[in-house]
């Protein structure tokens, strides 16, 4: 969870895929909020337990700041939503980037993994091309599967590593067959962003996830 301050002062009642429906209970929710398809099980036993549930389904950066504003309509914060979604849109303005470095994210390892739609849409505000932009609208995980072949064969300049709740590993990555001569590879520019940054569809994403984008984009 974050911020830190959320670890500390929360109650850990749920994972992506898992819950703990007795705590969630005790904690007589008024509304619980959840996220994709993946939590539809989760949502389900929810609502058979007399639970109200929203489930979004948030996959771009509109999507994430409408999500922001429906949150606000929710729980009686219209005013202040809006100001939030306000100020995040406005920090979406595109780098300036006379060259465009093409930009391999890697959500996955195994099966390798390229970038759901608001993280492509990221990449190229933050300067980059991302080079599966054309996979990116997929609605699972199954649609941005891609080959190492592909990957070589599409040349990043440069690869980021976002293995959901496992540490990045590039050494793992340049090892792959024909990934020597990828010039991300030979260029030694392989970064890690953290998951809890990035490919959570939420307001981190738009801040501290696509200020990470820009860093390393804009460092070659």
């Given amino acids: 969870m974050r911020p830190p301050r959320a670890r500390r002062e929360k109650p850990r009642v749920s994972a992506f895929t898992s819950a703990d429906f007795p705590r969630i209970l005790a904690l007589e929710p008024d509304l619980v909020l959840a996220f994709s398809d ?3 099980d989760i949502a389900a036993e929810l609502v058979r337990r ?4 929203h489930v979004f389904n948030q996959r771009s950066v509109a999507g994430i700041l409408d999500m922001v504003r429906m949150v606000g309509a929710m729980v009686g914060a219209c005013d ?3 100001a939030l979604a ?6 979406l303005a595109p780098s300036p980037a006379s060259v465009r470095p093409r930009v391999y994210f890697e959500e996955w390892d195994e099966p390798m993994i390229s970038a759901i739609g608001w993280v492509s849409e990221l990449i ?3 300067g980059g091309i991302d080079v599966f932009a054309d996979r990116a609208a997929g609605r699972s995980a199954r649609d941005r599967l891609v080959t190492a072949d592909e990957v070589a064969a599409r040349a990043p300049d440069i ?4 293995w959901c709740g496992r540490k990045f590993q590039p050494a793992r990555v340049e090892a792959r067959a024909g990934f020597a001569d990828i010039p991300a590879v030979r260029n030694g520019r392989l970064h890690e962003i953290k ?12 801040t501290d996830g696509l200020a990470a984008l820009r860093s390393i984009i804009g460092a070659g």
């Fill in 159 to 162: 690869i980021i590593g976002s």
């Fill in 195 to 206: 998951s809890a940054l990035i490919l959570q569809p939420g307001p981190a994403a738009l």
């Fill in 124 to 126: 190229a505000i933050a």
């Fill in 38 to 40: 993946l939590q539809a």
């Fill in 50 to 53: 007399g639970v109200a549930v």
């Fill in 86 to 91: 306000d100020r995040l849109a406005a920090g």
């Fill in 80 to 82: 202040r939503a809006g």
